[in-house]
């Protein structure tokens, strides 16, 4: 049933008045940009077989075509390509629109997240602007730990293939209290939620779910669950965290956890979802000893989005994360072992195994994404302490032959700090402080570097006059030649 908006309420949305030209090009200038990290993305095509090479041979006659379409309201999506995809053992079918069709359904998400964002709920923090975020959700749980009671209630769910089992007609009621029905807008929306694509089997219209991949679907799974995340922050002494399909509870009562889980429940049986058994969680959070429940576990920490919060907001890495950041530089050296096993010089060798290392943290836009994240958030000092030395250990282990104590008698920590050797520790505090670039001034600084390779010119001496924004190493001797790919340069990102 459509709500009939009161007085105060705001008026339903019409294309007319939310679509303007320049929110199209705005889109266009993101659709375009987004490659420029993985470049191997525009190569992609859909049904049309066309690559975003083919869309930007038109240049501007191609967005003006779109805007002409959009403008006379006769602009429809084209069917999508099924691709199936394992994501760290999670299958999932990936949608493929043309690149047309992926400008204006980024358009929609643009248009329909900036109206909707005052009335989604402040307790969801995926595909918001920039004001929500992941780094804002566990900022603030670990703000409402660090201020709880010493016991705290939680209960942690997981929405089980959150994407493709939204139910449409629930979907359309919910946008109909939002969208006039008789307009274009909303046309288009019932497109994308209605979607076509073709997979193996041939073309199809989905029943039941809303497009994984798609910039629109991500507005349309915040808008399925806003109704349910109101009910639970309305509670009394409950804390609630919602970021994508990961839902969190966090209550000083237990009467107020076990509502809350009620009501969080009784939400997802409504809208026709399940959670993830394997995923589910119902514990008090204490240091103290605790009688035997038979609805809550006693845990001194829990796993939440990556990290692990511990009693008072303590935060560290969870066991596996550890092993993600230890696998970064374990690959890195993997993939440059011709570079540093031909040096005989266990010296030598240490210094390109430091200077390897030094990349992977400064120069890979991913790799600085995953650190700078999990750096942070931690306040487990100690944890990462133990990290620089495993690093440390992996590096002489790998320039002597085997994990030895009797290696450091070789070569001290502190020469390997006068190397360069990298601190995650030190980083750490230059993150806090802000004076680490984010990872698109890193990637442009790459880039950069690339174009002066080659040259008689070096880019120390094209940029003498500029303004420096370059990262040094924690803790290397600039001074000291480092030896990298059978050539010899000053630092190690010069």
């Known amino acids: 049933m459509i709500r009939k908006p009161s007085n105060d309420a705001v008026r339903l949305l019409r294309w007319r008045d939310v679509y303007r ?66 994501f760290n053992g999670k299958r999932r079918t990936l949608y493929i629109p043309p690149w047309e069709e992926r400008i204006v359904d980024l358009l929609i998400y643009r248009l329909l997240n900036r109206r909707l964002h005052q009335w989604f709920s402040t307790s969801s923090y995926a595909y918001r602007d920039h004001t929500f975020g992941l780094d804002r959700c566990q900022s603030r749980i670990r703000a409402v730990l660090r201020s709880a009671r010493p016991s705290v209630y939680l209960v942690k769910r997981d929405i ?10 629930i979907l359309l009621r919910q946008l109909e209290n939002h969208i006039a029905p008789d307009d274009y807008l909303f046309e288009i929306i019932c497109e994308r939620i209605r979607f076509d694509y073709q997979d193996e089997a041939g073309q199809h219209r989905a029943a039941m779910g809303i497009p994984f991949g798609c910039a629109s679907a991500c507005v349309f799974a915040n808008v399925y669950l806003t109704d349910l995340d109101r ?143 999990y750096l942070k958030h931690t306040t487990d000092v100690s944890q990462l302490r133990l990290l620089d030395r495993w690093l440390a250990e992996e590096i002489l282990s790998l320039a002597f032959g085997g994990h030895k104590k009797g290696h450091f008698a070789k070569i001290s920590y502190q020469e390997l700090r006068r190397y360069g050797l990298p601190s995650l520790v030190h980083r750490q505090r230059l993150i806090l402080h802000r004076k680490i670039d984010s990872p698109f001034f890193i990637w442009q600084q790459q880039k950069a570097n690339r174009a002066f390779k080659g040259t008689v010119a070096s880019r120390r001496h094209a940029s003498r006059d500029a303004a420096d924004f370059s990262l040094c190493p924690e803790a290397a001797a600039p001074e000291k030649p480092v030896r990298e790919g059978g050539r010899l340069y000053m630092g190690v990102m010069e």
């Open 21 to 86: 030209e320049a929110e199209l090009y705005k889109a266009a200038v993101r659709v375009y940009t987004k490659p420029l990290f993985l470049w191997r993305k525009a190569l992609n095509v859909s049904t049309d077989g066309k690559t975003l090479y083919n869309l930007a041979a038109r240049g501007l006659n191609g967005l003006a075509a779109i805007h002409e379409q959009l403008r006379a309201e006769r602009f429809h999506f084209r069917p999508s390509v099924g691709l199936k995809y394992n």
């Open 160 to 169: 089980s293939d959150y994407f493709a089992s939204v139910d449409h007609e």
């Open 231 to 373: 009910k639970i922050e309305s509670l009394p002494d409950v804390h609630y965290f919602r970021y994508a399909d990961d839902m969190l509870l966090l209550s000083p009562s237990r009467e107020g956890a076990l509502l809350a889980k009620e009501r969080m429940l009784d939400g997802l049986d409504r809208l026709r979802l399940t959670t993830k058994a394997s995923h589910q969680a119902d514990f008090v959070l204490t240091e103290m000893p605790a009688s035997p429940d038979l609805h809550f576990q006693r845990v001194v920490a829990f796993r939440h989005l990556g990290l692990q919060f511990g009693c008072n907001g303590s935060v560290s890495l969870s066991r596996d994360k550890r092993r993600k950041i230890q696998n970064l530089f374990r690959f890195a050296f993997r993939r440059a072992r011709r570079r540093w096993k031909k040096i005989s010089d266990p010296r030598e060798r240490a210094r390109t195994l430091i200077a390897i290392a030094c990349q992977t943290i400064d120069q890979g836009v991913r790799n600085v994404a995953i650190l700078d994240y």
